[in-house]
């Protein structure tokens, strides 16, 4: 939901620093990959109840988020690319909540839930992004991409907000959990009506 009215605000730093970086030869595929070691990384400490480094670790895995795509729009997307981009944000969303659910049994059911809304959130993004990209639309509402990015009210800056505060609240988990899985569940509604009427 917020995405797209950030784009304008982070956009031409993130630029400036890909364009910077794909001069000297680093890949975007690089910053991926390490993103999502980064990322994964951030499950294992909030597994661990180390929820600061949790923090931290997820900061640090959506600004190399940002800065692929930077430095792929600087040296030109490939295919491939926006593959292992995607694969990443997922396994990235989906290992946090499980972190959290190891962190604490109480968390755990909440946990599954979130992950659960987490897999039909993106069941539903990547098969509109299919059919999308087959009735040929576009979109630039989320910056040049691979594939078509459909809009939503649970999208990345929401998910990181919700990461965020999980980190510094742990023990309002639950109820952070089921509000962010809600928002999914909603976002797929709307996914869903925007497919009724765009693929008629």
Known sequence: MF???L???????????GGAL???GVRANWLTLAGLAIGLGAAVATGWGAFGWGLALILLNRLLDGL???????AGPTPLGGYLDIVADFAF????PVGFGFASPDNLPFALILVATF???GVSFLAFAVIAEQQGQETQAHGRKVFFYSTGVAEGGETIVAFCAMCLL??????IATGFAILCVITVI???VLAARSFR
Not at 170 to 175: D, E, H, N, T
């Open 68 to 74: 692929d795509g930077a430095v792929a729009r600087a």
């Open 190 to 192: 709307q996914r869903t």
């Open 93 to 96: 969303y989906v290992s946090v």
């Open 22 to 24: 794909a001069a000297h």
């Open 119 to 121: 897999v039909l959130t």
């Open 7 to 17: 784009r304008p605000l982070i956009d031409p730093p993130l630029h400036r620093v």
């Open 3 to 5: 995405d797209a009215r």
């Open 170 to 175: 742990p023990w309002a988990f639950p109820a």
